[in-house]
Structure formats: structure tokens, C-alpha cells
């Protein structure tokens, strides 16, 4: 956004075109009545000759001033009013100047406007140049900008099908091992528990049919992640295997009853066309640093807890030992 913001700005940095031509023509138009006036006074001997050269000379030079400044403040079609006042210019310094005065001296005044004239093309030309390269490149960041847009929402996309379940939107096992990476590269050392669930009797479940079992899983892991909130790490590790982190120092009583508050809501009977299934979860607890070192062993022995405690007594919590 920060590109496009400055690409716009640099388009409209430019001043009002109409009210630049109105001033410039005003005052183009001001040193020409200056010019006319000198011309009249010494006609009419109230200045002498000698005076003309002087006065005339810096009116000349705002002139130049005036019609240069059209090219650069209106870079496109200042131009074009730059042209008309030349014009203008050599033309009433050859009639009033030169003709009416009977005065074939100002004749070289007009090499003034002519000259100005020349100017005032290499400027336009070089800056259009310029500005054709300032929007080239405009466009160029805009592009790129776009490009940085695509390649971030790509690289987004590419991060949650590398790292998240495509059903359930949780973290997938290799995200979870990286996620305790995390914890275990804190320089505190900061303690957590990593707890398994099994939900129960899932094969039962996938017979009744794909879509009651993917209903399931859906809705078990929404009422998870809603649990931990969004600060929560909550992965699926598994068919019907789900994980969770408890940051904290926590004995195996408070374990326990975070558990039973947490099996309580995701455990809530799941509506299936029209009848509500009861599920029931199965937890195995590991905890660092006292069960593990490295998010392999803790993952692994969290698996093997939550598999014994299975095994032996299903709906049951099991801490490893």
C-alpha cells in the first residue's frame, strides 16, 4: 500500500494546469503593456532612446522567465502556451517595436522570443522524457506491488496446506513439532504440558458414513481452538487424534481439571441428521521438561500416553511416566 500511496501522490504533485496558464498568460500579458508604454513614452520624448534597451532588456528576461516556467510547472501542455507567447511576442515587437516606432534597431529584440522558443522545446522535450520515465517506473513499482500481493496470499495459502489440516484448519503434526520448538528455544525455559485426545469409538463413526465422521472432526476441533482461544496452539495429529500446549507450571491435579472443563464443552452431544451422537475423548499428558527434551520425545510419549490410556481404560486421562 505504501508503493501505491506514493505512486499516486507523485501523479497529483503537479498544480493546477488552467490556473497556471491564467497567470502566466496575465502576466505575459502585464509585460506586454510594460513594452507598449516604454515604446509610447519615448515616441512621445518623455524617455530617452537609451532608456528603451534597459527597461525593454528586463521585461525580456521576466518574459523568459514567464514562458519557461509554463514549460516546467505544466510539464504535458505548458508547452503549447510557451509557443503562443513567443509568438506573440516577436510579432509585437516587429510591428510596435520595429514597424510603428520606425525603429529597425529593436529588430534583433526579436531574437529574444526566438531564442526563448528554442529553450523552452529542450526543456519540454527532455522533461517529457524524464516524466515518461518517472511513469515507467510508477508502473513498474505498481506491478510489483500487485506481484508482492499475489506471491504473499500464494505463500499463505502454501503455508496453510503445509502446516494446517485441510479439513479442521488446526495445525498438523509437523506444525505442532515446530510450534514446541518454539517453547522449548524460549530463553526461560518456560514449562508446558502437552496433552493428547482421542476422540473414542471412531470407527463407528466413519461407518455410519464420511460426512457424519467429517462433521465430527469439524465440530470437535471449532469447539477445541474456541476453548484455548485464539492464543491457543491446537493441532490434529492424527484420524481422530487432536493436541493441545498448556504453558504454564501446572501440577497433574490442576492438568486434570483443565481437561475435564475442556472434554466437558468439546464433548457436548454433535446434532447428525436430525439425532444427536454422543462422543467421548480419551487424554494422554506429557510435560516438559520432565518427560522429554525435544518435541520428538514429548509428541511421542504424549502419542504412547493417550494410546495406553486407550488400551486400558477408555475416556480415561494418563499422564506418561
Same mark, same amino acid.
Given at each position: 500500500m505504501k508503493g501505491i500511496y506514493i505512486m499516486r501522490k507523485s501523479k497529483n504533485s503537479y498544480l493546477n494546469p488552467t490556473l497556471v496558464r491564467i497567470v502566466g498568460i496575465l502576466l505575459f500579458i502585464s509585460t506586454l503593456v510594460v513594452q507598449g508604454k516604454v515604446t509610447k513614452m519615448i515616441a512621445d520624448g518623455m524617455l530617452p532612446q537609451q532608456a528603451s534597451g534597459g527597461i525593454n532588456g528586463i521585461v525580456s528576461q521576466i518574459?523568459?522567465? %514567464?514562458?519557461?516556467?509554463?514549460?516546467?510547472? %505544466?510539464?504535458?501542455?505548458? @508547452? *503549447?502556451?510557451? @509557443?503562443?507567447?513567443?509568438?506573440? /511576442?516577436?510579432? *509585437?515587437?516587429?510591428?510596435?517595436?520595429?514597424?510603428?516606432?520606425?525603429?529597425? +534597431?529593436?529588430?534583433?529584440g526579436v531574437l529574444s522570443p526566438l531564442i526563448t522558443l528554442i529553450v523552452c522545446t529542450l526543456i519540454h522535450? *527532455? &522533461?517529457?522524457?524524464?516524466?515518461k520515465a518517472q511513469e515507467k517506473l510508477e508502473k513498474q513499482n505498481e506491478d510489483l506491488i500487485e506481484t508482492n500481493d499475489v506471491i504473499s496470499k500464494e505463500g499463505e495459502r502454501l503455508s496453510r496446506i503445509v502446516y494446517n489440516d485441510n479439513l479442521t484448519g488446526l495445525y498438523n503434526k509437523d506444525m505442532l513439532a515446530v510450534k514446541i520448538g518454539e517453547l522449548l528455544n524460549n530463553e526461560d525455559k518456560t514449562p508446558f504440558t502437552v496433552v493428547y !485426545?482421542? %476422540?473414542?469409538?471412531?470407527?463407528? %463413526?466413519?461407518?455410519?458414513?464420511?460426512? /457424519?465422521?467429517?462433521?465430527? !472432526?469439524?465440530?470437535?476441533? *471449532? =469447539? !477445541?481452538?474456541?476453548?484455548? #482461544?485464539?492464543?491457543?496452539?491446537?493441532? =490434529?495429529? +492424527?484420524?481422530? =487424534?487432536?493436541?493441545?500446549i498448556i504453558t504454564g507450571q501446572r501440577? =497433574?491435579?490442576s492438568v486434570?481439571?483443565?481437561? &475435564?472443563?475442556?472434554?466437558?464443552?468439546?464433548?457436548?452431544?454433535?446434532? !447428525? #441428521? +436430525? &439425532?444427536?451422537?454422543?462422543?467421548?475423548?480419551?487424554?494422554g499428558v506429557t510435560h516438559f521438561p520432565r518427560d522429554g527434551k525435544t518435541a520428538e520425545e514429548l509428541m511421542a510419549n504424549a502419542d504412547n500416553a493417550v494410546q495406553y490410556a486407550v488400551e486400558k481404560n477408555s475416556g480415561s486421562v494418563y499422564f506418561f511416566s
Amino acid at each position: 500500500m505504501k508503493g501505491i500511496y506514493i505512486m499516486r501522490k507523485s501523479k497529483n504533485s503537479y498544480l493546477n494546469p488552467t490556473l497556471v496558464r491564467i497567470v502566466g498568460i496575465l502576466l505575459f500579458i502585464s509585460t506586454l503593456v510594460v513594452q507598449g508604454k516604454v515604446t509610447k513614452m519615448i515616441a512621445d520624448g518623455m524617455l530617452p532612446q537609451q532608456a528603451s534597451g534597459g527597461i525593454n532588456g528586463i521585461v525580456s528576461q521576466i518574459q523568459v522567465l %514567464i514562458s519557461v516556467a509554463m514549460v516546467v510547472m %505544466i510539464p504535458k501542455k505548458g @508547452i *503549447y502556451t510557451s @509557443i503562443v507567447m513567443c509568438i506573440v /511576442n516577436s510579432l *509585437y515587437i516587429l510591428f510596435f517595436g520595429v514597424i510603428l516606432s520606425h525603429n529597425p +534597431g529593436a529588430a534583433p529584440g526579436v531574437l529574444s522570443p526566438l531564442i526563448t522558443l528554442i529553450v523552452c522545446t529542450l526543456i519540454h522535450y *527532455y &522533461s517529457m522524457k524524464l516524466f515518461k520515465a518517472q511513469e515507467k517506473l510508477e508502473k513498474q513499482n505498481e506491478d510489483l506491488i500487485e506481484t508482492n500481493d499475489v506471491i504473499s496470499k500464494e505463500g499463505e495459502r502454501l503455508s496453510r496446506i503445509v502446516y494446517n489440516d485441510n479439513l479442521t484448519g488446526l495445525y498438523n503434526k509437523d506444525m505442532l513439532a515446530v510450534k514446541i520448538g518454539e517453547l522449548l528455544n524460549n530463553e526461560d525455559k518456560t514449562p508446558f504440558t502437552v496433552v493428547y !485426545l482421542e %476422540i473414542n469409538d471412531f470407527d463407528s %463413526i466413519v461407518k455410519s458414513g464420511k460426512e /457424519n465422521a467429517d462433521m465430527i !472432526l469439524s465440530t470437535f476441533a *471449532y =469447539r !477445541l481452538h474456541n476453548f484455548c #482461544g485464539n492464543s491457543g496452539i491446537t493441532a =490434529r495429529v +492424527g484420524t481422530s =487424534r487432536f493436541a493441545l500446549i498448556i504453558t504454564g507450571q501446572r501440577n =497433574r491435579e490442576s492438568v486434570t481439571s483443565y481437561i &475435564s472443563d475442556l472434554t466437558a464443552e468439546v464433548c457436548e452431544p454433535i446434532s !447428525l #441428521g +436430525g &439425532s444427536l451422537k454422543e462422543i467421548t475423548v480419551t487424554s494422554g499428558v506429557t510435560h516438559f521438561p520432565r518427560d522429554g527434551k525435544t518435541a520428538e520425545e514429548l509428541m511421542a510419549n504424549a502419542d504412547n500416553a493417550v494410546q495406553y490410556a486407550v488400551e486400558k481404560n477408555s475416556g480415561s486421562v494418563y499422564f506418561f511416566s
